[in-house]
């Protein structure tokens, strides 16, 4: 099918009442009169003239009140000059005893009173010892043995960013920070177990509407963020409502209409959802169910899925072009399959990165490098490798080809084709 290409349509909304709008405004300070209010603010700026004429009167008195108080003994008036008196200079031996005393006064007073000093006890003195010790000792775990723990394993590990290093859209910077974060909040974006919930739909129902919702990707040409983002809406959603076995396919092309709005640049137009249904359902019921899908998950579309780990993960493995489609070959088919649900999107992503290395006999099968980046060691991966290795080992049994049409292609290096590893098997 070809796919027409539209930009859709503006969004509809409820017109402003701009007139009532703009009456329920008002101006932040001149409605409320909090500058009007306040005595003497003219313009914004506050004057005190009485204040600081009262003030200025003050300092200029204070010299003429000083000399009218002061007593006069054995020393004649001084003349008076337009309402202030002036003082006479003071004799050598006068001002030599004023300073004397002044310098006498300035020096404190040392009472004569006996201090004792009681000693601390000497158990108190080793105790604080070593709570001083334990501290220093504490901030030295702390910073010291973490730094140079990272620091070891940073050794060991290839600096997988140093290639774009120039690249501002790698964000080399913050990358190790967004990838800590993601493995934090995985879990909180995790479907839970729900087919004992849902009383008309079974493991090999989800796994028929999977299969067919990677057919409709390619069909449409739709990135692989948009069908891993699909899966992960159809799961959770899956875990919070009952859907009848006649809406399960609505809900997978529902959404596909929302994973493809938020990853595409062009998303896929409902009138082609519709065709590739083969008119099983029409526009408005795409679009109800559109609705209640973001309705019952809270608009939380932003989430770690599988593919954000699988990206990293394959450069840090420094994988060859054979080595990543049958890792991409793997992650899909874990994605058709109900039981893989038990691990979280980052344990998937580093199991087919291992999986795929131990099918294509890479030397070692996990380095420190995967290691450091994913967080895992060969050994929490065997568990999930094993069961990668054996829905491999069926999938040429199985009547879901989708997949393994789509990785069978010369350009994906007909990774499909390849035999599983039987150190995996065993």
């Not at 009167?57 to 000059?81: E, I, M, S, Y």
């Not at 409709?216 to 409502?241: A, H, Q």
């Not at 396919?249 to 959404?255: E, F, K, P, R, W």
Request: glycine share 4%; aromatic share 8%; with cysteine.
């Amino acid at each position: 099918m070809a796919t027409r290409r539209v930009i859709p349509q503006q969004l509809r909304g409820d017109p402003v009442d701009v007139k009532n709008a703009a009456a329920k405004n008002r101006r932040a300070l001149g409605d409320i009169g909090n500058i009007d209010s306040l005595p003497g603010v003219e313009g914004g700026k506050i004057n005190r003239p009485l204040t600081r004429n009262y003030r200025a009167q003050l300092l200029g008195n204070a010299p003429v009140a000083a000399a009218a108080n002061k007593k006069q003994t054995n020393v004649d008036k001084a003349p008076v000059l337009d309402g202030a008196q002036v003082v006479p200079k003071k004799p050598e031996a006068v001002r030599a005893v004023q300073k004397k005393g002044r310098a006498v006064k300035r020096q404190p007073l040392k009472p004569n009173i006996e201090v004792i000093v009681i000693s601390p006890d000497t158990n108190e003195i080793a105790k604080a010892k070593e709570d001083k010790r334990n501290d220093e000792s504490t901030k030295k775990v702390t910073y010291s043995s973490v730094l140079n723990a990272r620091s070891k394993a940073a050794s060991k590990a290839l600096d997988i960013d140093s290639v774009d290093k120039d690249n501002d859209l790698a964000a080399v910077e913050y990358v190790e920070d967004m990838y800590t974060f993601y493995k934090e909040v995985e879990n909180e974006s995790m479907p839970q177990s729900y087919m004992q919930t849902q009383p008309e739909i079974n493991e090999k129902m989800r796994s028929i509407l999977v299969d067919w919702l990677v057919d409709v990707n390619i069909k449409l040409d739709l990135s692989p963020e948009t069908l891993y983002l699909t899966i992960n809406i159809i799961d959770r959603f899956l875990s919070l409502k009952t859907v009848p076995k006649r809406e399960l396919q609505l809900l997978g092309v529902s959404a596909l209409l929302i994973a493809s709005k938020y990853e595409e640049i062009w998303p896929a137009q409902v009138y082609d959802l519709v065709y590739v249904t083969d008119n099983s359902y029409n526009n408005k019921q795409i679009l109800v169910m559109e609705k209640t899908i973001l309705g019952s998950l809270e608009w939380y579309l932003t989430v770690p899925t599988q593919y954000v780990f699988l990206v990293r993960f394959i450069k840090a493995a420094v994988s060859d072009p054979e080595t990543e489609n049958m890792v991409h070959f793997l992650a899909e088919l874990g994605m058709m399959h109900y039981d893989t649900l038990m691990f979280c999107p980052s344990m998937l992503a580093a199991s087919a990165v291992y999986t795929a290395r131990c099918f294509l006999n890479k030397t070692p099968a996990w380095t420190d490098t995967l290691k450091f980046h994913t967080g895992y060691s060969g050994y929490q991966l065997m568990d999930c490798a094993k069961l990668l290795a054996f829905i491999h080992s069926r999938v040429g049994e199985s009547k879901l080809r989708a997949v393994f049409k789509k990785y069978s292609k010369p350009e994906r290096c007909a990774v499909a084709l390849v035999s599983p590893a039987k150190s995996l098997l065993s």
